[in-house]
């Protein structure tokens, strides 16, 4: 909405004068520091997709904005076999070409390339994690680099636990000398496939490591947009007042693709849209929407009113789970005036195959705050467009005593545009300049460009410092985990057990979804914002 239509908000001089834009374009925090201790950073999946896509470009980037610590070896772990110049090569190519990652700069580009190592070694041989040892061991004698360490499972999740297991029996996480070095690791998602193989997959990972020491990877966290949700809620007296039920009608969040399932039919075929989208970023945005006041921005206090919400969500009934949620899969058609395939005609995917690509759902957070107020959640892959949005609506007002243009005016909503075009919107009732009193919508809008000059980075950076730093805020505890399966528990099974009552594909690519989602929530006299 262009500022004649509303209001914009212009941060003002003193505020945005705080913003220090540090080498390259995708790393805006001036809070970001460069942690004070060098580090091994080993990351078992080195020839995969998360690779060379995030991790590497997200890598090169702090490089860039000279936040790496002295002292920093990556050492990359594969069973593909690769000389250490062949894997330094090929991810030149992928920051060259990356999209998400800085301009690229030949200088900086060597000095990271000589930080990169690569093992070829299957996850469950015994000699690839001696030979790690034993670099790991020749890089702190050579490179000044200290006994730190952090790993990084980027792998399928089958191999979580036999990299844990064989980190623990090759004695790489525990120090006999005395020192204080710490380890530590990162594991990504899907974290289990259902509630009892999380539990078991945090079991295995206790045997070898302590809690403070696991950092649960969920991308979304990352995000400044995401981020911000904490900063915008508890550093604005006016957010917190209205925060709950009193004046909240609802709440939607979308999380809608226009891509499909790419190349990733192996994994998708497994998971489906639940699994991917809704038991990690879709919860989690919701806990960060619902919860109460931290009492410090700490691991622990964050965590602990985050895992309050999930706590709450009222279990869902699988007697009447069709009224509350709803799942889709896309059949061909077309997205931005080009023709796609249907999910079932991707490569690698089963022509009956009934994974969703689609799902929404309604979801209560029985407590104070939230009690009878519905979340409405969905995410689905082939939308009209890539848009991750959380919109408030507010209830209406109690009179209206502009009786002329009473049917004209709207509730309040508050729209927190996660991406693209990342910024926060609030729709308000305003009088039409002229003789009548008439009144319309406008919007006061704030967007991260104009405020801060400078898009918001990926969130690998934040993620990826966070965890050198050994701040576990932006991840995910083992309790929250396990609450979400929990969550989604009855739909897993339900939907698993059971056919879609409409038959697949029953949406067509380029739509907003089955018209069994759009009747979910016209149930309660509400819709989707889709625009
Ligand atoms: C990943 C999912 O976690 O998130 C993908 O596995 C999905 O299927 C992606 O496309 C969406 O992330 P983003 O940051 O593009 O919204």
């Not at 002329?404 to 509730?411: G, L, M, N, R, Y």
């Amino acid at each position: 909405m262009s500022s004649s239509e509303g209001w914009s908000v212009h941060s003002m001089p003193d505020v945005a004068s705080g913003t220090t834009t540090v080498e390259g374009p995708l790393i805006s925090r001036s809070v970001l520091e460069r942690p004070s201790e060098g580090s091994a950073f080993i990351i078992f999946g080195a020839s995969g997709d998360l690779t060379r896509r995030k991790l590497i470009p997200a890598l090169y980037n702090l490089a860039c904005a000279n936040l790496l610590p002295h002292g920093f070896v990556v050492i990359g772990f594969a069973v593909t076999p690769k000389s250490e110049e062949q894997f330094r090569n090929e991810m030149r190519e992928w920051v060259m070409n990356s999209p998400e990652a800085n301009v690229f700069r030949q200088d900086i580009w060597e000095s990271f390339a000589a930080q990169l190592h690569y093992i070829t070694a299957d996850f469950e041989s015994a000699e690839g994690y001696q030979e790690l040892a034993r670099r790991l061991q020749e890089l702190d004698e050579h490179d000044d680099c200290p006994d730190n360490r952090l790993f990084y499972c980027a792998t399928p999740p089958s191999f979580f636990p036999v990299i844990v297991q064989n980190l623990g029996r090759h004695g790489l996480t525990t120090r006999t000398d005395g020192s204080r070095a710490w380890t530590r690791i990162i594991i990504e998602k899907p974290f289990g496939h259902d509630l009892q193989s999380a539990i078991k997959l945090n079991e295995t990972i206790h045997e070898v490591f302590q809690e403070d020491q696991i950092y649960r990877i969920d991308h979304y966290l990352g995000k400044e947009t995401v981020q911000n949700i904490l900063a915008f809620r508890f550093a604005n007296s006016i957010i917190e007042p209205i925060w709950n039920r009193r004046y909240v009608d609802h709440v939607q969040i979308t999380a809608a693709e226009t891509l499909g399932v790419e190349h990733r039919a192996r994994y998708y075929e497994e998971a489906g849209c639940l699994r991917d989208m809704f038991q990690n970023h879709l919860l989690q945005l919701m806990a960060l929407l619902a919860m109460d006041a931290p009492v410090r921005y700490d691991g622990r206090s964050v965590r602990d009113r985050k895992a309050d919400v999930l706590r709450s969500i009222v279990p869902m009934n699988p007697e009447n789970l069709a009224e509350v949620a709803v799942r889709g899969q896309y059949g061909p058609g077309t997205i931005n005036g080009l023709s796609v395939p249907g999910y079932r005609e991707e490569p690698g995917v089963s022509p009956t195959s009934n994974i969703e690509t689609f799902a929404a759902m309604k979801l209560i957070v029985d407590n104070w705050r939230w009690a009878d107020v519905p979340f409405y959640i969905r995410s689905g892959k082939r939308l009209p467009a890539k848009r991750t949005e959380i919109a408030i609506q507010f209830k209406r007002v109690p009179h209206l005593f502009f009786r002329e243009t009473a049917d004209q005016i709207e509730p309040n909503v508050l729209t927190i545009r996660v991406q693209p075009d990342e910024g926060i919107s609030l729709k308000l009732g305003a009088k039409q300049p002229g003789p009548q009193m008439h009144i319309r919508q406008v919007k006061m809008e704030f967007s991260y460009g104009d405020a801060f000059g400078v898009n918001p980075e990926t969130a690998y950076e934040t993620l990826l410092l966070d965890a050198m730093q050994g701040d576990p805020t932006l991840f995910n505890r083992s309790d929250a985990v396990e609450l979400a399966w929990e969550v989604l528990e009855p739909v897993l099974e339900t939907w698993s057990a059971t056919r879609p009552f409409h038959p697949f594909p029953n949406y067509a690519a380029g739509t907003w979804g089955p018209a069994a989602a759009d009747a979910l929530i016209a149930r309660d006299g509400r819709a989707w914002k889709n625009q």
